[in-house]
């Protein structure tokens, strides 16, 4: 039986091509733990300038009524630009590189981020904003002490979607070799390397599973007075 | 930008536009990959998740998978069915070993939005709606479908839109795995660094795509059953507003307890 023996071919050899593989693993850990690590890298860059950009939209949105419709339309549109054409079209400008992916990937979060801030400032309700301008808060502290943390249920809903997503999105990177997770998986089509495609494809997951268990997590140490009222 | 004049002369070709190889012939393809998908999609996700928002519970269940869903990268789905054995090599129908492999992964892509948006729906006609259809005596499945499932249309509706235009956009990714579809413009023009065919294929994509959204905008208003009424309302009455807004941020919070 071939495999049996220790110098034998291992489950990921040519001849047996597993789909699950400890010895891979464990053979390949440190290049695992690269396109992990870089995976994670691009995915927090591209949602953290996500955020950094909705954030200033939404109030600009929310501040100037006939801006609204403008900037969710802009947003929406690139929504419908497809992942796999939205790099080629940014390469003339800033060639392959990671830059490109984390901008690409950024400007997706981006959609779900401005709508998911607009409407969490929608939610807060009339009678909050008004006690608190009845007190004497000015537009900057009502924003940063009341409307914000009132709102950031609705807005860390919206950035789980978008961290999610974007950490899906990311394996479309192979397309200009930056692509984490995604270069192994693109490698395990072309070579036919089956441990490879299925163990970058399940550390995929298991990275969106743990970025939103620790947004969830954040949203809690965060909101500790939404706990009380369901309770 | 030479790249822009490039693309343009790209599309004002006809050549490129014609035979086997030409944008019209993929352009039908990854229509007709999107539709099927989508069809799929609709058969195997909606009677699950409107009769779980009628019994008001799974919702539990309805979220989540929405979200492991989202999690899931197509291009990784794409590629294990593609390198899978199953189901078998050679070339199947008008999809082909790619295609195939391809329509699984979007049909899969496509049940997030389509169950959260169904779900949430019909969850939330409103409680004296549907207390005054028992009142009137109606039994559990005519209120389901005489009362709940007009009602949830719109958002029902909304979903399926959303999920149109995002399966449209990424059977793009056909041409990673060699599958049909514009990708192939895209990717082709990519790998031969001639960007103008490349952007020429993306612009084709995004003004399909914009033309679906119209299309589907269009039903969603046409399924409205309270069309008539809002017509007859007086301009800027209070609340009801025409288009449904998608579930997304808000939908999750369902979830998040």
Avoid at chain 2, 29 to 45: D, K, S, Y
Avoid at chain 2, 68 to 94: E, K, S, W, Y
Avoid at chain 2, 219 to 246: E, F, H, Y
């Amino acid at each position: 039986m071939l495999g049996a023996s220790a110098d034998g071919p291992t489950c990921y050899s040519r001849l047996t091509n597993e789909w699950i593989c400890g010895q891979y693993v464990t053979d390949r850990r440190e290049e695992l733990q690269h396109a992990t690590l870089e995976h994670l890298e691009i995915t927090a860059l591209a949602v953290l300038l996500g955020i950094l950009i909705a954030f200033p939209l939404a109030l600009a949105a929310r501040r100037f009524h006939p801006l609204e419709s403008t900037i969710l339309g802009i947003a929406t549109g690139i929504y419908t630009i497809p992942s796999l054409a939205l790099l080629p079209l940014m390469v003339p400008f800033t060639g392959l590189s990671k830059t490109t992916v984390v901008i690409a990937l950024a400007l997706y979060a981006l959609t779900i981020l401005v709508r998911s801030v607009l409407e969490g400032l929608r939610a807060v309700p009339e009678e909050v904003v008004e006690s608190a301008t009845g007190l004497g808060y000015g537009a900057g502290r009502l924003l940063f002490r009341v409307e914000l943390p009132l709102a950031l249920p609705v807005i860390m809903a919206g950035l789980r979607v978008a961290t999610v997503s974007t950490v899906a999105l990311t394996t479309i990177g192979s397309l200009v070799a930056y692509g984490g997770l995604g270069n192994l998986i693109k490698d395990g089509v072309q070579t036919n390397f089956r441990a490879e495609l299925f163990t970058a494809a399940v550390l995929c997951v298991v990275l969106a599973v743990a970025l939103d268990v620790i947004i969830v997590l954040a949203q809690r140490l965060l909101t500790p007075w939404t706990r009380g009222v369901r309770a | 930008m030479t790249v822009l004049s490039d693309a343009w002369t790209y599309l004002t070709t006809s050549a490129n536009w014609t035979g086997d190889a030409g944008m019209l012939h993929l352009l039908l393809q990854q229509l007709l990959l999107t539709v099927t998908a989508l069809a799929i999609a609709l058969v195997i996700g909606l009677p699950i998740a409107l009769w779980l928002g009628h019994l008001g519970r799974g919702g539990f269940l309805a979220i989540n998978i929405s979200n492991i869903g989202r999690a899931v990268p197509t291009f990784a789905l794409l590629a294990l069915f593609v390198t899978a054995d199953f189901p078998g090599t050679g070339v199947l129908g008008p999809f082909g070993r790619a295609g195939l492999a391809t329509l699984f992964a979007l049909a899969l892509f496509a049940l997030p939005p389509l169950i959260t948006n169904s779900y949430v729906a019909v969850r939330e006609v409103p409680a004296e709606v549907k207390q005054a259809a028992d009142g009137m005596g109606m039994t559990g499945l005519q209120k389901f479908l005489r009362v709940e499932l007009p009602l949830a249309l719109p958002l029902v509706m909304s979903g399926v839109r959303l999920a149109l235009v995002q399966v449209w956009a990424t059977a793009t990714i056909a041409a990673l795995v060699a599958g049909p579809g514009l990708g192939r413009v895209i990717t082709d023009g990519f790998f031969r660094t001639n960007y103008g065919k490349g952007i020429a294929g993306a612009i084709v994509v995004g003004l399909v795509a914009l033309v679906l959204e119209l299309i589907a905008a269009t039903l969603q208003r046409l399924a409205d059953p309270m069309r008539g009424a809002r017509a007859g309302r007086t301009p800027g009455g209070p609340g009801m507003s025409v288009t449904s807004p998608t579930v997304e941020p808000s939908a999750d919070t369902v979830g998040a307890q």
